[in-house]
């Protein structure tokens, strides 16, 4: 039996206990990957692995124990961090031929985190190329795959966590989100995905895309599994000036909780006419049950919801434009060789860069030249702002958390969205909590011709704890029938 | 007709307008974004780190302490510090700028409406130089392109470096205007004490914006940036020969362009810079990875409260309270160190002309001689004042005073006892003086004579010879007092 059938807190127990080894969960999580074929020539979920570093982690965890240290949350628990995260041993290279072969000398405060909570980093996972994508297709090392349906895509970015997690290899992953990118291929993948308030996580050595949306985020086969995770990496970090100094509640305390006295908003914009009926469906049907739990459910309105995606591909590619204005070949990443020193920078950078990150930079080095800044970069802020307020209103009166589709379809074939416009509508119901920084989570709510749905939770700043309560109910009340 | 007759004559007919932006870096511990050091002359890329490097995925967090010298500068320059300022991303590619972008500020500077009064228009009203802002930014890192062959070798060391730009407006009218301003700036800024003001290892750096104007007129020329100068005469030199420069092309009716010059000191000209730097599209945008920078009024204010004495008013008290000409004050207070050591002499001392005296005169060439700042004088304020005691006592002479100075200066020691040992003590003692002065008048009877009959200019001679009898340690006074006394008697 793979150790990933345990949950990540009765793993953690039982490393504690000393009745499990730590080093067999490496081991099974190593054989599992083997097993679904994780690698290059299967699912293509993970880019990098170091079999010798994660056993000698395990080795010494257990050590820790016996010397009578006390086991940390994620005692032994191994897990998949995303290919932009640095990790000291395994190269981070985004998913990109920029960074070819570049390994980090400094290790991300998230992993550095989730490692003394105990956890062991088996391996680094693929991912669209700087995390611009939503079907992990823009990988310079190849697509990731779906592994309920191998014809599609895992959704993206951090398609490849997502695969892991839900192929069984581990338990809780790492992601990242700037636009979804964590709650839409958990949404595909039919496991829990989670983006925490902005602030709430580190970016310190998480490879910036847009830095005023980037979130690290967190998969889990359970809610609970991914409460245990974000509790790891939760809290400020002073490498990041932009983490917040904000107490971390303990996500797993109101696991069992009714939800008597919880108002649960459904924001029409969410639900529009277009929307896949079967989606719909399934959406309005767990809100049906958590009527049953006792929430009083109520019908809202975000009116500028439909302004989020021309004001994310106007606010996340410029600071990507500049955020990637580094790979430059000076310093790490392949040179292109010329003696001339523009022709090395735009052969590095053309070499390097695959089309939807040299569109992406092209786009956002346009609207913050002279003469357009104003009436892009500026107005889209200000579009930003509306997007917050809208959210702000909506809890202001007395909403808890919104409940809507994770995405509008559930997982696509590999191959079949080739206009750019359309690949970016996929993310029309994540963006909005990444523009307005809040709290939002994806959880398994059923399956559509096998293909799993995900139901998104969103909540106010810093309020993950209502946001796990909610989530931890949609689990228990429907069960089995989450996941068919 | 010669070059200086041609300057008079463009001068009359034109008039140079200039700004000045001054890079000053502040003398931090440690970098703005990161905790690398931020020491000069240390191995190439020996202070470096994930953050100043630009490796992928590190962040900056701002150095409170360059906020704390950024704010004492502007507040010295009367500047108004605002409560939010924020930092924005210059964006431009080059080897030496690992991220890509530098950060800087932009349209939300740090303060913003100082000034700098550098002198008096004839009529006496001031001349005062507006600042238009002082903003804080990180250096960039050093291209070296004649180390190695066919190869540029990128030294990171200085980048995140903190810096402050200070940027005057266009209220310049001279070079002499430019060098007293930045005379008088650099001046300001050792008062405050917040940067080396090293131009050679480039702790200082000067770039002017210049256009002229037919004298009379109110509309501003096209101006042009002259960069690359590195000294306070090299700007002035440099401003003068692009005024020439732009007053032949209007004399010619052609047209100043707009564009960057590199000054080139040895030829004493300026040339285009290889880029065009006029054409470059920063794209500037607030720095998503910095929160705004939100300083409170009570900090504000606690930073005025502790700026030290401003040239100025140091200027204005020296002058009431030591009673000293308006070159003497100009020359002790041109340095803080100077007029502090200056004050502490005068001090224990208490006969302050004296005190500025010895510091214009024998001070300073002595510091001068050796290369030294007074921070490394070995000769401590007391030991100055207790000499300068012991010439208003009489137990010492002024020329054996400055003998012992002499020895002061290499040795550190107290003049008490340089004065004993090297026997220069003065001698004041009748009986010994009145041998002198026998032997004098004995030696050189006739020419006693001589005086005794009223040839009163020789009294210098027989004073000297007694003086050159005793080694120089006799009291000129008391000789004169016996000489007079035996010429009477």
New interface residues.
Partial sequence: MSTAALSVAELARRHAEGTAAPTDAVEQAFARATEVRAGADGLNAILAHDREAALGDATQVAQLHREGNRPGPLAGVPVVVKDNLATLTMPTTCGSRVLEGYVSPYEATVVSRLRSAGAIVVAKTNMDEFAMGSSNENSAYGPARNPLDPTRVPGGSSGGSAACVASGIVRVALGSETGGSVRQPAAFCGVVGVKPTYGRVSRYGLVAFASSLDQVGVFGRTVDDAAIGLAAIAGRDRFDSTSADVPVDDYRSLATESLTGVVIGRPREYFPESLDPRVRERCDATLDSLRHLGATVRDVSLPHTDLAIPTYYIIAPAEASSNLARFDGVRYGPRAQTPALREMYERTRSNGFGPEVTRRILLGTYVLSAGYYEAYYKKAQEVRGLIATDFRRVFDSGVHVLFTPTAPTPAFPLGSRSDPYEMYLSDIFTVTANLAGIPAMSVPVGRVDRLPIGGQVMAKHFDELTMFRVAYAIERALGEDAHQ | MTDTTTQTAVTSRYEMVVGLEVHVQLRTRTKLFCNCSAQFGEPPNRNTC?VC??????????NEAAVELASRAALALGAKVQEESIFA?K?Y?Y?DL????QISQFDKPLATEGSLIIGEQANGSAIRIGITRVHMEEDAGKSIHDRFA?A?A?DLNRAGVPLIEIVSEPDIRSSAEAGSYLRLLRQLLEYVDVSDLNMEEGSLRVDANISIRERGATKLGTKTEVKNMNSFSGVERALDAEFARQAAILDAHGRVEQQTLLWDADRGTVRPARTKEGSH?Y???P?????PLRLTKDWIERIRGRLPELPDARRRRFANEYRLSAYDVDVLTASPRVSEYFESVARAHGDSKAAANWVMGEVLAALKNAGLTIERFVVRPADLAKLLDMVRDGAVSHTAAKRIFALMTQSGDRPEQIAEREGLAQVGDETQLATWVDEVITAQSAEWQRYVGGEKKLLGVFVGAVMKKSGGRADPKKVNQLLAARASG
């Fill in positions: 994930p490097l630009a490796l992928p995925g590190s962040l900056p967090v701002l991303r964006n590619f080897p690992p991220k890509g972008y066919a540029t990128i599209d794209r500037y945008f720095d998503p990875d910095l929160p």
